[in-house]
């Protein structure tokens, strides 16, 4: 971090003391009851008396600036890496920041007087076309992002619906597509699949803000988060103003859009509807076509005029659940439904593995196996809880044929494709016809002679996974 940008940030918070001082602020102890209450992670006693108002004489951001919280998040924060913000700090750099910055920027956010950084813009690439817009805060904002998150979550998780599942304590994706798959069980085998337009860039702050206010009495955090909601974002050197929405990566916007789409959540169950959302994915089941269009129209008309949001009309639509996605998954149509990889992700798998697996990249098997396994083992610990067996083995089938043929073009020509056949165990007249032959490395790939040199186990000793159901 730059002598400049340390100045701004400290100007109003004194420097940082002796050298007795250099430690984080959040290391010494506090005392009496606040010491008891931060060491367990239980809320105050008189929080739990007033359980029904949470707002009510509590100290927000004394909380949120407590030794345990803090640690926490920057534990958090570290173990989630990503990349620079505009000031240039990385993740490693940040705890050595803060043993030497923390008590003035502590005293900040206890003042209301913390001003956070524009947040650096990137785009990434969706998979159905299109760009996704992130924003990326500073680090040090990441990590006060993070210490806000979990205090306000900690209050507010509590209360959200259970038909809510993303970026929640002890649920998951995985959650959220078995109720799907018990909903078209039960006999509800049509689904309104509703996609909210740039929902993240059209979020009102306003009626954000008067949300939180409802509980929040801590003006000093409202202001922050505010601060943080209209930080601007910085492209190509100039940082624009932002008005509404809460811009995708940092850790409080998540939390933050349960908390605008809690009041869908609440809409939906005083309508009696049967329906499972994860931030701003949502699908409703229902038992006709009938059903679902009468539910999109009122849901799109109360969206527009209450929440002022936008239903995508072109992604949005009422089908039966085989012939749409649901985080990733489909289900079969016969039968009991089972959850199966849908089509889009199996593109996308492939696509993947093509990209790591050219064989034009230039690196040896060993790298080569190593980079795609640690893709794989991600992309399995996901996707293996489908329920169709047979996809994963064709996969693995097609992801190892993909090796073979690289190790071929790697082995060149003649001879030596003949001594390494040979070596492999491949009998003399099989090694020299594969060796001799004129066809592609795609098509040798799936030779039988490369099936004996080089089988499964072969792939699975350089640390390739196998492509098996995780139980």
Not at 267 to 286: T, W
Not at 365 to 376: P, T
């Given at each position: 971090?730059s002598?400049?940008?340390?100045?701004?940030?400290?100007?109003?918070?004194?420097?940082?003391?002796?050298?007795?001082?250099?430690v984080?602020?959040?290391d010494?102890?506090?005392?009496?009851?606040?010491?008891?209450?931060?060491?367990?992670?239980?809320?105050?006693?008189?929080?739990?008396?007033?359980?029904?108002?949470?707002?009510?004489?509590?100290?927000?951001?004394?909380?949120?600036?407590?030794r345990?919280?803090c640690?926490q998040?920057?534990?958090?924060?570290?173990?989630n890496?990503?990349?620079?913000?505009?000031?240039g700090?990385?993740?490693?750099?940040?705890?050595?920041?803060?043993?030497?910055?923390?008590?003035?920027?502590?005293?900040?956010?206890?003042?209301?007087?913390?001003?956070?950084?524009?947040?650096?813009?990137v785009?990434?690439p969706?998979?159905?076309?299109?760009?996704?817009?992130?924003?990326?805060?500073?680090?040090?904002?990441?990590?006060?992002?993070?210490?806000?998150?979990?205090?306000?979550?900690?209050?507010?998780?509590?209360t959200?619906?259970?038909?809510?599942?993303?970026?929640?304590?002890?649920?998951?994706?995985?959650?959220?597509?078995?109720?799907?798959?018990?909903?078209?069980?039960?006999?509800y085998?049509?689904?309104?699949?509703?996609?909210?337009?740039?929902?993240f860039?059209?979020?009102?702050?306003?009626?954000?803000?008067?949300?939180?206010?409802?509980?929040?009495?801590?003006?000093?955090?409202?202001?922050?988060?505010?601060?943080?909601?209209?930080?601007?974002?910085?492209?190509?050197?100039?940082?624009?103003?932002?008005d509404?929405?809460?811009?995708?990566?940092?850790?409080?916007?998540?939390l933050?859009?349960n908390?605008?789409?809690?009041?869908?959540?609440r809409?939906?169950?005083?309508?009696?509807?049967?329906?499972?959302?994860?931030?701003?994915?949502?699908?409703?089941?229902?038992g006709?076509?009938?059903?679902?269009?009468?539910?999109?129209?009122?849901?799109?008309?109360?969206?527009?005029?209450?929440?002022?949001?936008?239903?995508?009309?072109?992604?949005?639509?009422?089908?039966?659940?085989?012939?749409r996605?649901?985080?990733?998954?489909s289900?079969?149509?016969?039968g009991?439904?089972?959850?199966?990889?849908?089509?889009?992700?199996?593109?996308?798998?492939?696509?993947?593995v093509?990209e790591?697996?050219?064989?034009t990249?230039?690196?040896?098997?060993?790298?080569?196996?190593?980079?795609?396994?640690?893709?794989?083992?991600?992309?399995?610990g996901?996707?293996?809880?489908?329920?169709t067996?047979?996809?994963?083995?064709?996969?693995?089938?097609?992801?190892?044929?993909?090796?073979?043929?690289?190790?071929w073009?790697?082995?060149?020509?003649?001879?030596?494709?003949?001594?390494?056949?040979r070596?492999?165990?491949v009998?003399?007249?099989?090694?020299?016809?594969?060796?001799?032959?004129?066809?592609?490395?795609?098509?040798?790939?799936?030779?039988?002679?490369?099936?004996?040199?080089?089988?499964?186990?072969?792939?699975?000793?350089?640390?390739?996974?196998?492509?098996?159901?995780?139980?």
């Open positions: 971090m002598d400049k940008r340390q100045k701004n940030q400290l100007a109003d918070g004194g420097n940082a003391g002796s050298n007795q001082q250099m984080l602020a959040w010494q102890e506090p005392k009496g009851e606040a010491r008891r209450d931060l060491r367990t992670g239980t809320e105050s006693s008189m929080a739990k008396r007033i359980a029904e108002s949470p707002a009510f004489g509590k100290q927000w951001m004394e909380e949120i600036c407590g345990d919280n640690q998040a920057l534990a958090r924060v570290k173990a890496r990503g990349s620079p913000g505009v000031d700090m990385t993740v490693q750099q940040l705890p050595d920041f803060l043993k030497e910055h923390w008590l003035p920027i502590r005293e900040q956010l206890l003042r209301g007087s913390y001003k956070p950084q524009p947040v650096k813009r785009e990434i969706k998979p159905g076309g299109g760009v996704r817009k992130l924003g990326i805060p500073t680090v040090l904002d990441r990590f006060i992002q993070q210490a806000v998150m979990q205090v306000v979550q900690r209050s507010w998780d509590r959200f619906s259970d038909h809510s599942y993303g970026f929640r304590p002890g649920r998951s994706a995985h959650q959220a597509v078995a109720q799907a798959q018990k909903y078209i069980a039960d006999s085998r049509w689904v309104v699949d509703l996609d909210l337009e740039k929902f860039d059209r979020v009102n702050h306003d009626r954000l803000m008067a949300k939180l206010a409802e509980r929040i009495e801590d003006k000093r955090l409202l202001r922050l988060i505010r601060t943080f909601l209209q930080a601007g974002v910085m492209e190509n050197g100039l940082v624009n103003p932002v509404e929405g809460t811009p995708q990566g940092g850790p409080l916007s998540p933050l859009s908390i605008v789409l809690d009041e869908m959540d809409e939906l169950e005083k309508r009696g509807l049967r329906f499972v959302r994860y931030a701003d994915d949502c699908n409703i089941y229902v006709s076509r009938r059903a679902g269009e009468r539910v999109m129209a009122g849901l799109t008309a109360w969206l527009t005029a209450k929440l002022r949001l936008k239903v995508n009309q072109q992604k949005s639509a009422v089908a039966r659940p085989w012939v996605k649901f985080l990733g998954f289900f079969t149509k016969a009991i439904p089972k959850r199966r990889i849908a089509p889009q992700a199996v593109d996308r798998f492939k696509k993947r093509r790591l697996t050219r064989r990249r230039g690196i040896s098997i060993e790298q080569m196996v190593d980079e795609l396994a640690r893709y794989l083992r991600g992309w399995l996901y996707f293996g809880r489908c329920e067996p047979s996809v994963l083995r064709e996969l693995g089938e097609w992801t190892r044929h993909r090796l073979r043929s690289v190790v073009k790697q082995w060149k020509f003649g001879r030596r494709r003949f001594v390494e056949l070596h492999r165990g009998k003399g007249d099989l090694a020299a016809q594969t060796a001799g032959s004129p066809h592609g490395p795609w098509r040798i790939g799936n030779s039988p002679a490369l099936g004996i040199a080089l089988p499964t186990t072969y792939f699975e000793s350089l640390g390739l996974p196998q492509f098996l159901l995780v139980q």
